[in-house]
């Protein structure tokens, strides 16, 4: 069913519940789980993150790979360097490229006055996807 899973993560709380959604499709449908987290350029502008370097960023990532692999899912992970702001445009343009079959990201459920003013990834992601997403709380 879902031979691709495409698991977006930051360096938030959250992460950990994408990657087991993640873990989870894959293991049934026997699918692939590809970990991108979008690492965005602008790190003055940046909100509330904990991963500053492209390098804490690739670490990050490979440690979600390896948690994947030892559980017995074939799992592969990137980063993406992007501009601030652009990280929706930035995974649903790799989950094309890639072919994933679905999106699985996280949101941090700001109430609506606050995802209007600072913007949720997530949000974007699922009006910009032509494939389906699936949104962890």
Do not use: F
């Amino acid at each position: 069913m879902y031979e691709r899973i495409l698991a977006a993560v930051d360096e938030s709380e959250i992460a950990e519940r994408v990657l087991a959604t993640a873990q989870e499709l894959a293991t049934l449908s026997k699918g692939e789980v590809l970990v991108l987290h979008v690492w965005e350029g602008e790190p003055a502008m940046r909100q509330s993150c904990t991963v500053t370097t492209y390098e804490e960023a690739r670490m990050m990532v490979e440690k979600a790979e390896r948690n994947l692999t030892s559980a017995g899912v074939r799992a592969r992970s990137a980063v993406a360097a992007n501009l601030y702001s652009h990280a929706a445009r930035e995974i649903t343009g790799y989950a094309r490229a890639h072919d994933v079959s679905v999106i699985v990201i996280g949101s941090r459920r700001r109430g609506d006055l606050a995802g209007l003013i600072a913007g949720s990834t997530a949000h974007k992601v699922v009006h910009l996807a032509d494939r389906p997403v699936v949104v962890v709380p």
